[in-house]
């Protein structure tokens, strides 16, 4: 009898953690200038080209046609987050490969989280197909 109470509260922790929920989500144009940093260095990383293209949006004014404002990335602190966010994430791997090896794309960007404190980021293809949601 044991064991089965054990499996019970087991069931039953897993099923009362609070449920990720979408804090904020915004579509973004991942452009050539979101590849290199303000240093001109070029961005290698998905979270770095992520979190320039916040960057061009919200501290130098530069916004490409597909950029939406987000409140949440406009705070410079949490810009700097936006890597671990991402890499904490979920990305289809054909999104990362596509940006890294320097094509531009629009993406959707979810940040994702309970009692909005962010968790992660996910990222999918703009055009909505196979959204995975938090």
């Not at 200038?33 to 998905?46: I, K, P, Y």
Request: include cysteine; hydrophobic fraction near 40%; aromatic fraction near 8%.
């Amino acid at each position: 009898m044991r064991p089965f109470l054990a499996t019970a509260a087991l069931c039953l922790a897993a099923t009362s953690a609070p449920a990720q929920t979408i804090i904020e989500a915004y579509y973004a144009e991942l452009s050539q200038r979101d590849m290199f940093n303000s240093s001109g260095v070029r961005l290698t990383d998905l979270g770095a080209i992520l979190q320039q293209d916040r960057a061009n949006v919200h501290r130098f004014g530069r916004r490409d046609a597909g950029d939406e404002l987000d409140p949440f990335f406009s705070n410079r602190e949490l810009r700097a987050r936006i890597p671990a966010l991402y890499a904490r994430g979920d990305t289809d791997p054909l999104i990362a490969r596509i940006v890294t090896g320097g094509s531009p794309l629009s993406v959707l960007v979810l940040l994702c989280g309970g009692r909005a404190q962010p968790e992660y980021l996910v990222v999918d293809f703009a055009d909505g197909d196979g959204n995975r949601g938090c």
